[in-house]
């Protein structure tokens, strides 16, 4: 019998209470949330005190680890609300709040010893000297720069074995050192740092060259008719390296995505699971999860800093880390269609919350937590408020499917493009 490896912690982002449970059911281990006015996810953030409580409930049942966001950098006129929030939050026991603001952090300490804390991603945190000064500073776990390599991973844990470390595998990747970004707050008085971003490096810019010291006319510098995606830059995807993450010694690997969809959720954590699991075993990479992430809409992906020094492993079209074509997450080979609410066994139909157009004749995938292999099959029936039609857009609510085979709550529905 083969020994089961060690293997990191899977850590998914929840942006409102169905993608917690969605990220539970499809393979987290962990879930991070947060109130949107000490976290850097303030728009598209459904999380209340009473949500957040809801959340730490689902997670103790489960058996699933929860933790609280308290991210930004706040201004002075944050500070006198802090107290009140904080005691609110660390009365619900998550088992770590993830924060960046030393002040915050030494309010915390002060008030709530016993609540971990998370260095987060926005420390910057890049070395192990700063690791070490994290833990004298009573840390339990460092949330490393986006920035760094794997082996400088592997060194950081080396030389500070007994501090956790935490990793990002997968998700949108900023312009800007690990976040810390003003072109938001420049141009639309929105500040990334106080979770407000408005992606400005996404948009498609033109640039034009003066020299101040001639008086000549601006000259526009251009990469096509329109202009050019200079800052946009691909999202990150290291499924295929999870092993040397693992070799590394990394303690937890993390998603990003607390304003992406419930399908992203689940999709991902689900396509991260497997290959965890496979490694637990001993097992190799299997690539058809490649093909799985594709299924989620993406900018293209890279495997970011994590494979500096490690380039003849990469292939060649994900070694640029720009998309100089789009600005938006696409999806590149299937299409999200909608979340299985509900089976009727007596009149072998699906509800399901439609979220982009089908039409019959379409053939679905229906994705599950638990199997691996997605079963298929093709739109015959479509009932929209009891009656029949051809085809329903997104965004019309609920539609009854007439499904072959019996398909479990919270499946998911994707239909090739």
Known sequence: MSQIRKIPELLLPAGNLDKLEIAYMFGADAAYCGVPRFSLRARENDFTMEALEKGVTLARELGKKIYFTVNNIPRNSKLPSYPKYLDQMAALKPDAFIMADPGLI??????????????????????????????????????????????????????????????????????????????SNYFKKRDANQGSCNNACRDLYKIFVTNPKQNEEPMELITDDEGTFLMNSKDLRAIEFLQELCDAGVDSVKVEGRTKNDYYVGMVARSYRHTLDRISRGESFDRKWLEELDKVSSRKYFSGFLTRGMEDRVPEEEREFQNNEFGTSLFMSQKYA?????????????VIEVKNKIQKGDVMEVITAADPNPLTFTVEQIFYKQNLVEVISGGMGTVELEVPFAIPTRSFLSKKL
């Open 106 to 183: 030494l309010m915390t300490k002060e008030a709530h010893p016993e609540i971990d804390i998370h260095i987060s991603v926005q420390a910057n945190t890049m070395n192990y000297s700063a690791v070490r000064f994290w833990k004298q500073f009573g840390a339990t776990r460092v949330i490393l720069s986006r920035e760094v390599s794997i082996s400088e991973i592997a060194e950081i844990k080396n030389q500070v074995p007994d501090m956790e470390i935490e990793v990002f595998v997968h998700g949108s990747i900023c312009i800007a050192h690990s976040g810390r970004c003003f072109m």
């Open 338 to 350: 909608g979340l299985v609410k509900e089976y009727k066994s007596d009149t072998k139909r699906i």
